[in-house]
Structure formats: C-alpha cells, structure tokens
C-alpha cells in the first residue's frame, strides 16, 4: 500500500483537492482527498504540494507497430495488400522495444490506443495498452479489440488506385467498406439460420444441419454489426467525415472519428450526429492536401459545439510532447477544465473504459503522475508515474 499525501490533485471528475493525499494498493485507487486516513502500513510519499493528475491517454496511435524511429524494420502496421482486411490483429505486430514507447511516460501519458494504419479502407483491429515497460505485449493490453479501423480519403485511393485498382475514388472506398457490411450481414444472417434448423433438428430428433464455415474477416465485422466494438474511422475532409456518419446511420453502428481535421465546418452537425472525435495530429506534421486545415481551433470549436472531444497524436507528435496538445487548446480557446477532459476523461469513455481509467476515484486503476508544476505550463516536467500503483521508470 502506497499514499501520496501534501498533492495539489486535479482530476476531471473530482476538480481541484490542496493539500490532499491518495491511498493506492498495486492497482486500485482505495480512497482520495483531504484529511484521508493512512494505513498505518501504507509507504508515504510526500510530493510538497506538487501537482498530481491521472495519466493522459492517447486514443488513436500507432506506436509499437511505427512510428519511423526504426525506419522501414518498424513498419509494421499497414498490410498494403488487400483493401479488406479485418482480421488483422494490431497486437500481432506489436513491438514492446519499439524505441519510441520510451517517450510515452515522459509525456505522462498511461494509456494509449494504437493499432494498423489507414492504407487501407478496412485496416484491422486496434487495441488498448499501457507502457508498464513490460516485454510481453499481453501483460500491457488493457482492451483488445478497442476497434475496428477503416479509412477514408486519400489514403486507401493513394495505395490502390495507383495501381488502378479498386478504390481509386471516394465512392470506391464508401462502396468498399458498405460491400464488407453487407457481407457480414450476411454472414450473421447464415449463422442464424443455421442454428435455428439445428435447433429445431435437435427438438425433432433429426440430424444435425451442416455447419457453415467460420470467416475470420466476417467475425470482425460482425462485432461491428452487433455494437460490440466501434468503427475507427479515419477521416480528414468534413465531406469524408459525412460519408462516415451516413454509412453509420445506414447501418445502425458505433464509429468514432479518428482525426476530423474539418470538423469545424460541420461542428452542429456533427453534435447533432453524437459522435466522438479524436482530433490531430496537429504539431510536428507535414500537411498534404486533405490536412490543410488542422489546427487546434477544431477541437475548440468542436468542444464548444457539444462534440465529445479527445486529443491524439497519431504517433506523428512525439508522445513526449503530449501536454503541448492541450497547452495549445488553451491557447486557441478552451478552458483548461476541458482541456483536460480531453486529455484524460473523454479518451476514457469513448474507449469504453472510463469505469477503470481516466480520472482520480475510488475504485480506478492507480494511473498516477506526478508534476512539478502544473501540467499545462510549459517549464513543468513529469516527476513520476504510477501505472496500476506500481512506480515506472521514466528515465
């Protein structure tokens, strides 16, 4: 048992607590606030009123499967090959000595979504974990899968249509990803008509019908089709991110919008719609043409609008780097109240697991850093990190 006790606390959920303590075991928060009795077995860690907040969270990643620190041997997180391929397991390629995973406790980021790239329209399955410096990536998942990813726009009509294959447009991709729904739908419908008749053949003392094959592909999307995972979608160009929200609602799934560069030309609609956005990269990126307008007034904007919001890297921001991500937000406009939302409790609930992370509470993975000044500050440095109330190493 462990206690942080003289911290100024600043959760989400909880707000601003001077001079308060924390009580955490080796995974769970046990109790939080002023005037918290400290078991008497408990090792005291007094950080003389420095500031302590749950850990960031990166909802949308690639780090482990590239990132460009090892050049070509670490790009592992794109299978170029076929446009359709949801049976690809971002895990399976997942590199625990990925040299940038090092930056991830300095950022003090705990958490972090990551998984395959956008080349193609149905990329693969993403996953949850965090750098508790760990070789076995299984004892750093958190959530697996977190998603499905599928992209919009240049990317998938880049990687094929130069090849002058299918998608070579926009309608390419939307009938690309509305042909594999079908397809699953399909698949659902076969499974269920299969067990219906073995059902009844079971009841009537008749044989058993022949079993359907089993299509890992399908398995995937059926996932999808049964709300049991989201769509990751990425897209750019506020007409992409349309065409998202169209084949969500045509076929009654759960999509969160991975980047919504132009979000802000459509911030009504899109809090109207009720889809999350996980908005960058925004720093330290070389544009291309669907990306002109990035920038840190569409979380702003989007904020305001009623849009739940997170902000991500993308594995293009340094993850050492991540305060800057919400610094900025301030600075273009939003409170730092929600800026840290953004950073800790939205990323939480869209990944579906603001029961376990997110904020300070009872009951919550002991996800803990320590600043030495406020995060959002410039000159403030992570001082130390508590993943499931275990101290890492963040050298």
Not at 8 to 31: A, Q, R, Y
Not at 148 to 172: C, H, I, Q, W
Not at 205 to 232: C, F, S, W, Y
Request: glycine fraction near 10%; hydrophobic fraction near 40%.
């Amino acid at each position: 048992m462990k206690a942080i006790t003289n911290a100024t606390i600043l959760c989400p959920v909880l707000g601003l607590i001077k001079d308060g303590t924390i009580v955490f075991d080796e995974k769970k928060i046990h109790d939080i606030g002023q005037g918290i009795k400290i078991p008497p077995d408990a090792e005291t860690i007094d950080v003389g009123g420095k500031y302590v907040l749950p850990g960031f969270i990166d909802a949308h990643a690639h780090q482990g499967l590239f990132d460009g620190s090892i050049g070509n041997a670490g790009m592992d997180g794109n299978e170029a090959t076929n446009p359709v391929t949801p049976e690809l397991r971002g895990i399976d390629s997942f590199n625990p000595d990925e040299p940038s995973l090092k930056d991830i406790l300095k950022g003090g980021v705990t958490c972090v979504n990551t998984g395959p790239g956008s080349a193609n329209v149905v990329g693969g399955q993403a996953f949850v974990f965090k750098p508790n410096g760990s070789t076995v990536v299984d004892q750093m998942v958190v959530l697996a899968p977190s998603g499905l990813k599928v992209a919009f726009g240049e990317n998938p009509k880049r990687v094929y249509g130069t090849d002058k294959k299918t998608p070579s447009t926009r309608m390419g991709v939307a009938s690309i990803l509305r042909k594999t729904l079908i397809e699953a739908q399909d698949y659902l419908e076969e499974w269920r008509a299969y067990g219906a008749k073995a059902r009844k053949a079971k009841g009537e003392g008749d044989p058993a019908p022949q079993r359907p094959k089993t299509n890992i592909a399908m398995e995937v999307v059926a996932k999808v089709l049964k709300k049991e995972i989201p769509l990751h979608a990425h897209a750019h160009r506020a007409d992409d991110i349309s065409t998202v929200i169209r084949i969500a609602e045509e076929f009654g799934i759960r999509v969160v919008l991975i980047h919504c560069t132009e979000g802000h030309k459509i911030a009504d609609y899109l809090a109207e719609k009720g889809f999350p956005a996980v908005i960058g990269p925004t720093i330290h990126w070389t544009s291309k043409p669907e990306t002109v307008e990035k920038g840190f007034d569409t979380p702003v904007i989007l904020n305001k609008a009623g849009v739940k919001v997170a902000l991500q890297t993308d594995s293009i921001t340094p993850m050492n780097h991540f305060p800057l991500l919400p610094m900025y937000s301030i600075k273009h406009g939003m409170s730092r109240e929600d800026a840290l939302k953004c950073v800790t409790l939205y990323p939480a609930e869209i990944l579906g697991l603001e029961k376990e992370i997110g904020s300070l509470e009872k009951g919550k993975d002991a996800d803990i850093v320590v600043w030495s000044g406020h995060p959002f500050e410039f000159y403030s440095n992570v001082e130390q990190v508590f993943i499931d109330g275990i101290e890492m190493d963040i050298e």
